[in-house]
């Protein structure tokens, strides 16, 4: 029987199997297993809680985290090159095992390099090649909602602390955190294995009738030819300047909550929670939003919104209410670009090599990681407050701008380039 797919209904038929596959349920699994990527946010809950038990220094157990995300990121390049040779189920299995072993062993950990070789590289690897392989599968079954698709896994991600750092807390709190060290590692086990059944690879392009499917695929481009294309460039520079000012406000939400609005700490918590929400949000309605006006006009709104909260807006949020409308807006038009830039990355550069091409492209967050965050701790430590931080949030979202109207001119210059080679 050979492979069909029909884009708008419910069930597709791969290429690798003989029953149908309903790529929603892709997508449900695909977002289950980004969600275990998201409990990275527990870590801040856990940190305190090794601190007062091992009495570990602050800046040793802060470079566990650190070097978590560079592992995670650094995987993602293995992952993506090893996708086109490989079944997808078999790496996330992988991934999956390898980042529940990760937590799962850190509960045994009692010195410092243990948990740098358990937490954050065995975690850390798997968390990159869960996250790779699972974006990238689900990015294949929705050639027609590539949007939809990256906002429903990248929600998921960021909704995660919604659900695991209250339920981090209880366990810390009642057990300790080699306890909720195995718990978790127990329970990312269980939700890989089930969730890595349904992550199907999407079925081969030559008996697939839809133009958009034939033609994601037949303009994949390796990652070598990409890094030749001055676009591949350009937009690394506008992940990393897109995702630096919503960065900024994640990792300060509680100081910027109790410097500006006071707020104490059980408002501050409800803040968090809020700042997740909107992120989901942001990444579920801007994605699919970049469906139906472009990846390049959500782009630009979401980071001029997010520019001009933060010159004029979040600065004069001086009570609860303010503050939750500030942080709803940041969260949701953060939120949206980390949904759409996945998406560019397919547009531009095809499918074919989608996982290794968007982990160079997801580097460009790892930056971001580093210099939002970077950028209110040195501005608070030099002038005891966040103000200032925020007009130079908002000039460096400004410059993303200016960015994606660039990277757009060089996209179209590359497909132009490439219709006069074809032709």
Same mark, same amino acid.
């Given at each position: 029987?050979?492979?069909?797919?029909?884009?708008?209904?419910?069930?597709?038929?791969?290429?690798?199997?003989?029953?149908?596959?309903?790529?929603?349920?892709?997508?449900?699994?695909?977002?289950?297993?980004?969600?275990?990527?998201?409990?990275?946010?527990?870590?801040?809950?856990?940190?305190?809680?090794?601190?007062?038990?091992?009495?570990?220094?602050?800046?040793?157990?802060?470079?566990?985290?650190?070097?978590?995300?560079?592992?995670?990121?650094?995987?993602?390049?293995?992952?993506?090159?090893?996708?086109?040779?490989?079944?997808?189920?078999?790496?996330?299995?992988?991934?999956?095992?390898?980042?529940?072993?990760?937590?799962?062993?850190?509960?045994?950990?009692?010195?410092?390099?243990?948990?740098?070789?358990?937490?954050?590289?065995?975690?850390?690897?798997?968390?990159?090649?869960?996250?790779?392989?699972?974006?990238?599968?689900?990015?294949?079954?929705?050639?027609?909602?590539?949007?939809?698709?990256?906002?429903?896994?990248?929600?998921?991600?960021?909704?995660?602390?919604?659900?695991?750092?209250?339920?981090?807390?209880?366990?810390?709190?009642?057990?300790?955190?080699?306890?909720?060290?195995?718990?978790?590692?127990?329970?990312?086990?269980?939700?890989?294995?089930?969730?890595?059944?349904?992550?199907?690879?999407?079925?081969?392009?030559?008996?697939?009738?839809?133009?958009?499917?034939?033609?994601?695929?037949?303009?994949?481009?390796?990652?070598?030819?990409?890094?030749?294309?001055?676009?591949?460039?350009?937009?690394?520079?506008?992940?990393?300047?897109?995702?630096?000012?919503?960065?900024?406000?994640?990792?300060?939400?509680?100081?910027?909550?109790?410097?500006?609005?006071? =707020?104490? &700490?059980?408002?501050? !918590? #409800?803040?968090? %929670?809020? $700042?997740?929400?909107?992120?989901?949000?942001?990444? +579920?309605?801007?994605?699919?939003?970049?469906?139906?006006?472009?990846?390049?006009?959500?782009?630009?709104?979401?980071?001029?919104?997010?520019?001009?909260?933060?010159?004029?807006?979040?600065?004069?949020?001086?009570?609860?209410?303010?503050?939750?409308?500030?942080?709803?807006?940041?969260?949701?038009?953060?939120?949206?670009?980390?949904?759409?830039?996945?998406?560019?990355?397919?547009?531009?550069?095809?499918?074919?090599?989608?996982?290794?091409?968007?982990?160079?492209?997801?580097?460009?967050?790892?930056?971001?990681?580093?210099?939002?965050?970077? =950028?209110? &701790?040195?501005?608070? !430590? #030099?002038?005891? %407050?966040? $103000?200032?931080?925020?007009?130079?949030?908002?000039? +460096?979202?400004?410059?993303?701008?200016?960015?994606?109207?660039?990277?757009?001119?060089?996209?179209?210059?590359?497909?132009?380039?490439?219709?006069?080679?074809?032709?």
């Amino acid at each position: 029987m050979g492979s069909d797919m029909r884009v708008n209904g419910r069930m597709v038929e791969s290429s690798q199997r003989k029953r149908p596959v309903d790529r929603r349920a892709v997508l449900a699994a695909a977002g289950t297993l980004n969600a275990l990527v998201g409990a990275i946010y527990v870590w801040s809950i856990i940190s305190i809680a090794l601190a007062d038990e091992y009495g570990w220094s602050p800046q040793g157990i802060a470079f566990a985290y650190s070097l978590y995300i560079v592992c995670e990121c650094c995987s993602g390049f293995l992952a993506g090159y090893l996708q086109t040779r490989m079944d997808s189920r078999f790496l996330t299995l992988c991934g999956g095992v390898c980042l529940a072993s990760g937590w799962f062993l850190a509960g045994f950990a009692d010195a410092v390099p243990l948990l740098y070789l358990t937490f954050s590289m065995l975690g850390g690897i798997g968390s990159g090649f869960v996250y790779n392989v699972s974006v990238s599968t689900a990015t294949a079954w929705f050639p027609d909602k590539r949007g939809l698709a990256n906002g429903v896994c990248v929600g998921c991600l960021g909704l995660s602390p919604i659900v695991f750092a209250p339920l981090g807390s209880f366990l810390i709190g009642s057990f300790g955190s080699s306890f909720t060290f195995h718990a978790c590692g127990a329970f990312f086990a269980v939700a890989a294995v089930t969730a890595s059944r349904f992550l199907h690879k999407a079925p081969d392009s030559k008996p697939v009738p839809e133009q958009a499917y034939r033609d994601a695929l037949e303009s994949g481009m390796t990652t070598a030819r990409m890094l030749r294309q001055p676009s591949a460039y350009l937009m690394w520079l506008l992940f990393a300047v897109s995702a630096s000012a919503g960065m900024m406000v994640t990792g300060h939400a509680a100081g910027i909550g109790a410097e500006l609005a006071g =707020l104490t &700490a059980a408002q501050n !918590a #409800a803040q968090v %929670s809020i $700042l997740a929400l909107a992120n989901f949000s942001g990444r +579920l309605a801007f994605g699919m939003l970049s469906d139906r006006f472009g990846r390049y006009p959500v782009l630009a709104f979401c980071m001029a919104t997010t520019a001009l909260t933060m010159a004029f807006f979040l600065g004069n949020a001086h009570d609860f209410a303010t503050l939750t409308a500030a942080f709803c807006i940041i969260g949701a038009t953060f939120g949206g670009c980390m949904a759409v830039m996945p998406a560019l990355t397919a547009d531009l550069f095809g499918i074919e090599h989608f996982g290794q091409n968007y982990a160079f492209m997801f580097s460009g967050y790892t930056c971001a990681s580093v210099i939002g965050p970077m =950028l209110g &701790a040195s501005v608070l !430590a #030099a002038t005891g %407050s966040y $103000l200032p931080a925020f007009p130079a949030a908002s000039a +460096l979202t400004c410059a993303g701008i200016a960015l994606t109207a660039a990277t757009a001119y060089a996209g179209k210059r590359m497909r132009r380039s490439r219709t006069t080679d074809e032709s």
